[in-house]
């Protein structure tokens, strides 16, 4: 126990002393913020200048100058966050006239190429039975799309309105056939979007994926370190190999925990004086800090990734006997700790399907699976009627058996692969030093 | 006896890289297990270390079997040395003595005074990699040393050092001794192991050749032999009649002679042709013992007299 304490003492010293474990407490952060801010923030950019179109219109009801009309509303509002928009020209001829669309739309078509001209309309005659209307661009932004789309609707609806001699303003008619935007709530009357539940499973995702691989492969590579400085035999010959991985492992861990306690303090922090240092954190985020057995679980199930990956990760360590040998053994498991960020998608909308709860019972997936549900249920009480928790009890149960096994095969072939220096043991070497004693 | 090994085997695959192996070490001796490369002194090692578990055969020390309590007793030196190159001197001491229970107490109280000798005081505080490869052998030599062990165990001892090193290391040794304590090397070097071992054992292919104390294996050979130091080349001395053998070393040549009481008449002939230095009746080396014993290959016999080391040695 003693000499257990000694090496946990050591590596945890040694990591959090380097100046790299400060930095990570650091970027780790910012670069979470950068993943989940950039799509937004790149969806912006091109607001401030106004998109130059040009409409044909071969329809004759005037649908393209009512077009263009309903566009100068966003010119005029262009220091908003609207998108501008900027009439080029409005053709308006007649649908026989083929050869001259022909020329045109081969004119257009190279403006459009040569990014002088962001995009153009063709309405074609009889439009609302065919919806023939076309819009020519390079971009596939969903929004000018939808607005085009949304423009052209209104404008027919009203010319419907006026054919039917109901005596009504457009503006009216078009209030009383207005959408509504449902919004979801999950039991107990919480309501998130799906945007701030996708997000917050991602982050959680994220903390535990990012703490697994960078203290794993310091914990791999400080083992490949000495087996190939041989400080390995003097170690040896001082404790036995099992208090070697378990104090390394625990030590890192506990560093590792370190580095996370500091983000949740942190976290919190910002989050008590919100308003002494004049920021806004959103309800939605203050609901998961300030979940109790959403962090419990959390911590639990990230110590558990992290043991369970480190065993992997000093095994790897133990057979190989240099970083890039280690390299082709990494992939797998970085492939498994990442399918839950593949496939979050799916399971904020499907939680609680078969498949979810089915994947998230392997022990392997366990954690990730079962943080990125829980964040998506959001329980508030520790009560096993509420299948989330009992799932996540059950695959906790699971999945710390599993990683007891997975030490105990590490152990063994740890205490054999760590004394064979500059070759890789093969797979029947490595067989025959599980099963003997 | 503070160790024993009794019928001893390991074999690797087919390889039988110690043979029904015997030792016995007595306490507070100087014990050097002699032989070439791959003559299975590592191996040996490495199961008293507990490193490696034997196929069969006993290890006792103190009359005990060894478990984990020895590794808190033994100092090791294996033979591929390494340290962590990061940490500095004095925490690389600190950690791999508090691996051997040590307290950091009683670490720290003879820490300076073992830097002082090794002449590393001034680098306490420097990272192990900023060393030289000597500085880290010597340092590693203090790590087996400092939680005061009951027997030393250092496998293939001179590699790497150079002569004045091995002076200072043989000193502590020594005064290790004097203390009551006991201290096993290997080493394939015979030259180096002649001038400081009590006892030793020979081993050839992984079997034990001859062994007992150094005294005890020099008389059962008799004085045949005659040490000579010429100036200039001397080939001839092989076709002078009388001369049974001739061994080569660094610095002067071993004559085995058929008899003794010819030496004179020899001596009268060599001084004809070049200038003798030195002209001595001694006991055999252990190399010429060890080459009789064992009739090893050509490629081990280049190895044991000491070609490596021997450009350094004195």
Known sequence: MKKFLTIFKVEYAQVVKKKSFVIGIILTPLFMLLITLLPAFLAKRDISTPVKYAVIDLDERGIGGQLTKALERYKLDSDTARQA???????????????????????????????????????????????????????????????????????????????????????????????????????????????????????????????????????????????????????????????????????????????????????????????????????????????????????????????????????????????????????????????????????????????????????IFTPTMMVARLNIALPDAFTFTNPIILEATIGLLLSAAFTLGLIWITARIFRMGILMYGKRATVPEIMNWIRHK | MVLRLENVNKAYGSKKAVDNLDLKVPAGSIYGIIGPNGAGKTTTIRMIMNIIAPDSGEILFNGKTIDASFKNKVGYLPEERGLYKQMTVKEVILYLGQLKLASRADISSVMDGYLERMNLLDYKNSKVEELSKGMQQKLQFITTLIHDPEILILDELFSGLDPINIELIKDVILEFKKNGRTVLFSTHVMEQAEKLVDNICMISGGKKVLDGTLHEVKGNYGKNTVRLEIEGDGSFLRELPGVDKVTNFTNYYELTLADMSQSTTLLKSIIDKVRVNRFEVIEPSLYNIFIEMASPSREDIKELAGQDAGRTAS
């Not at chain 1, 962001?118 to 969903?142: A, C, H, R, T, W």
């Not at chain 1, 609707?153 to 005596?167: K, P, V, W």
């Not at chain 1, 390394?248 to 976290?267: D, F, H, R, S, Y």
């Open chain 1, 85 to 363: 928009y900027d009439l080029v020209e409005l053709y308006e001829f007649e649908d026989s006239e083929r050869e001259r669309l022909d020329s045109l739309r081969t004119e257009l078509d190279s403006l459009v190429r040569s990014k002088e001209l962001g995009q153009y309309v063709v309405i074609y005659p009889g439009v609302e039975q065919n919806d023939s209307v076309l819009m020519i661009s390079k971009s596939l932004n969903i929004r000018t799309t939808s607005r085009y789309d949304n423009r052209i609707s209104d404008i027919l609806s009203g010319m419907r309105l006026e054919e039917s001699n109901i005596n009504l303003p457009v503006d009216s008619v078009l209030q009383m056939t207005r959408r509504i935007d449902m919004q979801r709530q999950a039991p107990g009357g919480k309501s998130r979007d799906f945007l701030t539940i996708y997000f917050g499973a991602l982050i959680f995702v994220m903390i535990i994926f990012i703490s697994v691989i960078s203290f794993g492969q310091v914990l791999m590579r400080s083992v490949i370190e000495e087996k190939s400085s041989r400080v390995m035999e003097v170690l040896v010959s001082s404790v036995s190999p099992f208090q070697l991985m378990m104090g390394k492992i625990l030590g890192l861990g506990a560093a590792n925990l370190t580095q996370v306690g500091i983000w949740v303090l942190i976290g919190l922090g910002l989050f008590v004086f919100q308003g002494a240092l004049n920021i806004d954190v959103p309800e939605t985020v203050g609901e998961i800090i300030f979940n109790p057995v959403l962090v419990i679980f959390f911590i639990l199930f990230l110590l558990l990734a992290y043991i369970m990956y480190s065993a992997m990760f000093a095994l790897i360590g133990a057979v190989v006997s240099t970083d890039k040998e280690a390299q082709n053994f990494i992939f797998p498991i970085t492939m498994s700790l990442m399918l839950p960020v593949f496939t979050l998608m799916y399971i904020v909308q499907e939680p609680d399907s078969a498949i979810s709860t089915i994947v998230s019972l392997i022990p």
